[in-house]
């Protein structure tokens, strides 16, 4: 069964993720920690100011979900939580530590490059170099359960295309792994998240349609 998370679930994931990997001596995380790590603002994308509360509700639902285990305090002791995610024996998914730290990458900064996943994920795992990224990612697409990330439209002015992470949030549309050789203007970039990402991914669209007319027209124009 495909795991659903919300926006803050995958930042709370990928929080404890990362923190059970960096700061070993420091996890499990207490709720104050935990809503200090999703609002931290290095290694994040986008940068959120999360409170308690709002953590809190995130929490209960990933406990609902079997996601995460709150390990209780003894003698008023602060309550901390840990990941049941992947790599515990509650669970399906086990990840080599390059996979895992590209999911961790993808949870926190959302669709990124094989370029872009090397520089950041080679804190929590050795990348030798990005075909090492690549070799990762593919095992990522061919999960016997389905694939758990996809290639992105690559987008004007990027020589790789990014990959996200499928554990829920919209899905922007994909392509195939095969299809990197397709003319960047051919495809519409993903969605953008700043407030003028619509009007320049229309602008992108349109000029799209533009060179398929003029395609079309310079075919009909051979045939007649």
Avoid: W
């Amino acid at each position: 069964m495909r795991i659903e998370l919300d926006v803050l679930e995958q930042r709370v994931i990928g929080c404890l993720l990362e923190k059970q990997v960096t700061t070993p001596d420091q996890y499990p995380l207490s709720l104050n920690a935990l809503a200090a790590a999703c609002s931290q603002k290095s290694n994040r994308d986008p940068v959120m100011s999360v409170e308690e509360p709002a953590v809190q509700r995130a929490v209960d639902a990933l406990v609902r979900k079997h996601l995460l285990l709150e390990r209780s305090g003894f003698g008023g002791r602060v309550p901390k939580y840990q990941q049941l995610f992947c790599n515990t024996e509650y669970g399906s998914l086990k990840f080599s530590p390059q996979e895992l730290a590209i999911v961790c990458e993808l949870l926190l900064r959302g669709p990124q490059t094989p370029g872009e996943l090397r520089a950041r994920a080679s804190r929590m795992a050795p990348f030798a170099d990005v075909s090492d990224v690549e070799t990762a990612l593919q095992t990522l697409l061919d999960r016997p359960e389905g694939p758990l990330v996809e290639r992105l439209p690559r987008e004007p002015g990027r020589r790789e295309s990014r990959f996200r992470h499928l554990f829920g949030g919209e899905s922007p549309q994909a392509v195939p792994v095969d299809a990197a050789s397709v003319p960047a203007a051919s495809v519409p970039a993903a969605p953008a998240t700043e407030p003028a990402g619509l009007e320049r991914r229309v602008a992108m669209l349109e000029d799209a349609v533009r060179q398929l007319r003029a395609q079309l027209d310079e075919l009909q124009s051979r045939g007649r």
